[in-house]
């Protein structure tokens, strides 16, 4: 199943599931999103959060961390926001931010295994958080989220 999320004031909020990779206008029918949906061939992403505002206008962007724990998908460990990482058992705030600029300092994370390198994550605490991260091919949340 592929899961996107619908927010905004043009349609109705939720998280809807999808058989297959959506089109823009495929979750905008389904979302009852306001007027004609623009038109794109790209397929959104599972995970993905579509917010549609009143006059028909779109932002693509990824779910919240928490969110798509519980839809049982994977956090990019390269684009995730330390809120997004809070969610991550036993990661809180601090650890999470500890994240974020040891990523801002010193570039994306090559392998999921380099969080060793941050101050706070052992080989347990590691393990325990692996199975919940991804890395990603790609580097934006707009267009390949």
């Known amino acids: ?86 969610a991550l058992p036993g990661i809180g705030p601090a650890l999470a931010l500890r994240i974020v600029d040891y990523r801002n300092a010193h570039g994306p994370f090559q392998k999921i295994d380099d969080l060793e390198k941050v101050s706070g994550i052992g080989s347990k605490k590691l393990e325990k958080i692996k199975p919940y991260l991804v890395i990603s091919e790609t580097e934006g949340t707009a267009d390949a989220p």
């Open 1 to 86: 199943m592929v899961f996107v999320e619908v927010s905004g004031t043009g349609a109705h909020p939720g998280v809807y599931a999808f058989e297959h990779a959506p089109t823009l206008a495929e979750v905008w029918h389904k979302s009852g999103g306001a007027g004609m949906a623009p038109e794109t061939p790209d397929k959104i992403s599972s995970g993905s959060r579509v917010e549609i505002s009143q006059d028909g206008h779109y932002q693509l962007a990824r779910m919240h961390g928490a969110e798509l724990l519980t839809l049982g998908l994977p956090i990019d460990l390269n684009t995730a926001a330390a809120a997004d990482l809070d």
